[in-house]
């Protein structure tokens, strides 16, 4: 069964600061993992998907890495701002079975960037 | 480009009554998945849908239940609602294959009194 854990649980920062959100899944057969931003009440917006062959993926002021053998990812987000305030949540689409539409989600970190 | 629509965003039903919400993929999109999100278990998966058939379940009692019509549009049924049945729930598309991300909707809220 894929697990997948996300740390730190909540992170606050100033404004400017430059940061690493953390997320490990515990079976490495996956085909992508896919970042995601969740504002209060809302669904979810795609940040990043990285497919199993890649490294790394870039967009904007975020960066997100992939090392599949150690069953880690990150997410780093380069001069925060206060509109980056959301919960982040990292998911993967398990490979070892018939998992037709099912991603199994991180319980997410909460982010707050304060002016 | 529309993105995937849920339809309504806010509902407020009594226990006992059954409820139904709407799904509408993005445009070529032929899966369809949901997902219940509470605070205290975060995302569930309770089903997939592509091409009018159910591929896969997550761990949900049988009075949730959905369908997917001939245009990839999909719609989900919760009978009996209990209070436990409040939640915001979420709709995801994907085009086919493995390979590909999933575009989420805004969810319905969905809360029982």
């Known amino acids: 069964k894929q697990e997948v854990t996300q740390i730190p649980a909540a992170l606050s920062v100033p404004e400017g600061e430059n940061l690493v959100l953390n997320c490990s899944f515990t079976?490495?057969?996956?085909?992508?993992l896919q970042w995601f931003r969740q504002d209060p009440g809302k669904g979810l917006t795609s940040l990043l998907l990285?497919?199993?062959?890649?490294r790394e993926q870039t967009s904007g002021r975020l960066n997100a890495s992939l090392d599949k053998s150690s069953g880690r990812s990150t997410l780093y987000i380069a001069a925060s701002q206060p509109g980056d305030s959301a919960t982040y949540l990292c998911?993967?689409?398990?490979?070892?079975?018939?998992?037709?539409?099912?991603?199994?989600f991180g319980q997410g970190t909460i982010l707050t960037v304060h002016p | 480009k529309a993105g995937v629509t849920q339809t309504p965003r806010y509902l407020i039903k009594t226990r006992g009554q059954q409820v139904t919400l709407s799904c509408s993929p993005i445009?070529?999109?032929?899966?369809v998945s949901w997902y219940q999100q509470t605070p205290g278990q975060g995302l569930q998966f309770l089903f997939e849908?592509?091409?009018?058939?159910?591929?896969n379940k997550g761990n949900f009692p049988g009075r949730f239940s959905g369908r997917q019509f001939s245009n990839s549009r999909s719609e989900m049924n919760v009978s009996t609602l209990e209070l436990g049945d409040s939640a915001l729930y979420l709709c995801?598309?994907?085009?086919?294959?493995?390979?590909?991300?999933?575009?989420f909707g805004s969810g319905t809220r969905l809360t029982v009194v």
């Open positions: 445009s070529g999109h032929r899966s």
């Open positions: 079976d490495s057969a996956i085909y992508n």
């Open positions: 849908y592509f091409s009018e058939t159910q591929r």
């Open positions: 995801a598309s994907s085009l086919v294959g493995q390979n590909n991300g999933y575009t």
């Open positions: 998911a993967v689409p398990y490979a070892g079975g018939t998992s037709y539409g099912k991603l199994t």
């Open positions: 990285i497919q199993s062959s890649q």
